[in-house]
């Protein structure tokens, strides 16, 4: 065989490796991560969608038929409308020990996964989420990332980082 139609035959091999690697790395491109991330988004990054007020939305419930006990302090909390919620409602009495996460939430593990409808998002203070469908989540900073709305604490930020930011705590979610 020539030198030259070798190299040819090399250089076919090569641009076919490069081809199938790059496939598989896009591929990746759009799956979920495995981890949480640590870090806030940048601050150039706009956030895609506002953290709530503390008035409720049409989505919101108006009855409130669940209480979350953080510790020993029972909070106000406006509950969401969706699947999500009434999977969880159907879980209850839940005691959930959970711990200390970036700096700006504590995560906890509901024990089973359940319905979800991520959608990525700027969580606030206050703000309880599902993270992966089988965490609950309440912030008391902010970040953005891919979570389903469970609810929101109706506290201050001030309030929010004394129950919250002084190491892992206990929460229950019982009926009303």
């Given at each position: 065989m020539s030198t030259r139609k070798h190299e040819s035959i090399c250089l076919e091999k090569r641009l076919i490796i490069l081809l199938l690697a790059l496939a598989l790395?896009?591929?990746?491109?759009?799956?979920?991560?495995?981890?949480?991330?640590?870090?806030?988004?940048?601050?150039?990054?706009?956030?895609?969608?506002?953290?709530?007020?503390?008035?409720?939305?049409?989505?919101?419930?108006?009855?409130?038929?669940?209480?979350?006990?953080?510790?020993?302090?029972?909070?106000?909390?406006?509950?969401e409308e969706n699947a999500s919620v009434d999977a969880l409602r159907a879980l209850l009495p839940l005691t959930i020990r959970m711990s200390m996460y970036g700096g700006f939430e504590q995560v906890g593990p509901i024990g089973q996964k359940i319905a979800r409808e991520d959608k990525h998002t700027t969580t606030g203070h206050g703000d309880i989420v599902l993270y992966s469908g089988d965490q609950i989540v309440i912030f008391y900073g902010s970040n953005s990332w891919s979570y389903t709305r469970l609810g929101h604490v109706d506290l201050s930020q001030e309030e929010m980082e004394e129950l919250l930011s002084n190491g892992d705590v206990t929460i229950t979610i019982r009926e009303d």
């Open positions: 790395l896009l591929s990746g491109c759009g799956a979920e991560p495995e981890e949480k991330p640590t870090e806030e988004a940048p601050a150039d990054q706009a956030p895609v969608e506002e953290p709530p007020t503390a008035e409720p939305s049409e989505t919101e419930s108006e009855e409130q038929d669940m209480k979350l006990i953080i510790g020993d302090t029972e909070v106000p909390v406006t509950w």
